[in-house]
């Protein structure tokens, strides 16, 4: 992780004001962290010292089950907050969010403005905006292994997990998250490279056709 200072700090400060959501000025004590892909921004079953807004970049949320498997359970984009749980209640199981791609962040240390954050009705009402749409957007994903084929929701998850173009997930991974089997997911991952959405590289794929992709994804959201 790397922590921003002086000029560099203050011209996020200025291009990516969040002053708008609170009720008081956090500029004393904010941050700005730069993390890059596979950093940990908050270690599973570590509560996070800070509050974070997500500026640039994007995150995912895994969990490990008793029985130790790992699963990744949903990601976090621009505009999103990190940590929001972990405010909002004393005891709370916290979920491990690793960065994706460079990720950058402005960071709200919890042990100075936890009070003020929690008595600010205008944080509040936006934070309870932002905690229902991720819940709608929740359910929405439990229903769309049913209603949608395999090639929409892989293109989605593929433009979501994309790093500068490059797609690198592990299959086991992604056959978790959107339920289906290792061969099937080779098949339509075979298919895109034959249809010239995707280039394979060793392990990875370089994505060749980015309107093809978020043509199958856009149906998820109509």
């Known amino acids: 992780m790397k922590k921003y200072k002086g000029k560099k700090k203050q011209v996020y400060l200025e291009e990516h004001s969040i002053a708008h959501l609170f009720s008081f000025s956090v500029e004393d004590f ?36 008793q029985n130790g ?18 405010l909002l209640h004393d005891v709370y199981y916290t979920k491990g969010i690793q960065a994706s791609t460079k990720t950058i962040c402005f960071a709200l240390p919890i042990y100075y403005y936890r009070k003020q954050l929690l008595e600010d009705a205008k944080f509040l009402r936006e934070l309870t905006k932002f905690l229902s749409v991720k819940a709608t957007e929740m359910a929405a994903k439990y229903t769309q292994s049913s209603a949608f084929p395999l090639e929409n929701r892989l293109a989605d ?16 991974t992604v056959c978790d998250y959107l339920g289906v089997s290792y061969r099937h997911l080779q098949h339509v991952l ?3 490279c034959d249809k010239g959405y995707l280039y394979k ?16 994804a856009d149906v998820l959201q109509n």
Do not use: C
């Open 201 to 216: 590289e060793g392990r990875n794929y370089q994505i060749r056709q980015y309107h093809s992709l978020e043509d199958l």
């Open 69 to 86: 498997k790992v699963s990744l359970i949903n990601f976090i984009n621009a505009n999103e907050y990190i940590g929001e749980m972990e």
């Open 157 to 172: 998850f593929i433009l979501q997990t994309a790093d500068q173009g490059i797609y690198k997930e592990r299959h086991v």
């Open 190 to 192: 075979r298919q895109f």
């Open 30 to 65: 904010i941050e700005v962290h730069e993390y890059q892909r596979n950093d940990w921004i908050i270690q599973e079953d570590k509560r996070p010292d800070f509050l974070f807004y997500v500026i640039e970049g994007k995150a995912k949320i895994y969990i490990t089950h």
